[in-house]
């Protein structure tokens, strides 16, 4: 990869990093990214999440700074995520390059039209912080083990299915997209432990897509202050469909 490709790859992260601060999904672009400059879709799939790591990084250590990290989620949306993205990022391995195309392009049209649904405003208004009682709490943890198998496979998209979860848990906003870097970082550690095992991480774009998503994460406080989140909604959709058109047909 030239050093185009590298600031290409620098680029995108900057807005991935913009767009998963101000409404998700920022892997429906560097994904495709990464596959456009060459990178098999396997490799790309592990080689994404090194950004993911870093972002999620910074973003639980500021919410316990505000103390607000839910850490008994540690036990009923971490712990069974982590369990189902074992068996999520062993799938991906085993799914070919192409096929991988063909779900990614599918799941990036599929989770963008369940956004413009806007769940989040159709959040229950339950209980801050309150962690479930059982059966809930089996329920949940169920929920959990299929996000993780969700987010080990392809990782992007997942923090709207996290928030989905948060939500049933009687969680607020802030409290549940606490739970939901939380449990992301936990299993994207654990997935890229397992994709760097089969030696399907290549680490320079990584590294470049995670300094760039660190940037971006700055930029995205500014831009939602600015701009809002319904103009940051249609730059998304917009965006992420053009994306899976062109990587359908490829």
Known sequence: MDALGYLLLFASGVVAGA?????????????PILIFLGIPA??????????????????VWAFHGHRVMEWRSLIWAALPSCLGAVLGTWMALLVGDRSFE??????????TLWTLWDPASRRSRGPVGGLPV?????????GFFLVGVYGGFVQAGVG???????????LD????????????LLFTLLAVGIFAWQGKIQWLPGLCLAAGSAAGAQVGVHLTILKGHAWIKRVVTGTVVVFAIKLWFS
């Open 19 to 31: 767009l998963n601060v101000v409404a998700g999904g920022g892997s429906f672009l560097t994904l």
């Open 42 to 59: 396997t490799v790309a799939n592990g080689t994404n999440r090194v950004a993911v790591i870093f972002q999620n990084l910074g973003a």
């Open 102 to 111: 063909r779900i990614l392009a599918f799941l990036m049209v599929a989770i």
């Open 134 to 142: 059982p059966p809930s709490a089996w329920l949940l943890a169920g």
């Open 160 to 170: 709207f299915l996290v928030l989905a979860m948060t939500s049933l848990a009687g």
């Open 173 to 184: 906003l802030v409290r549940g997209n606490a739970v939901k870097v939380l449990s992301i």
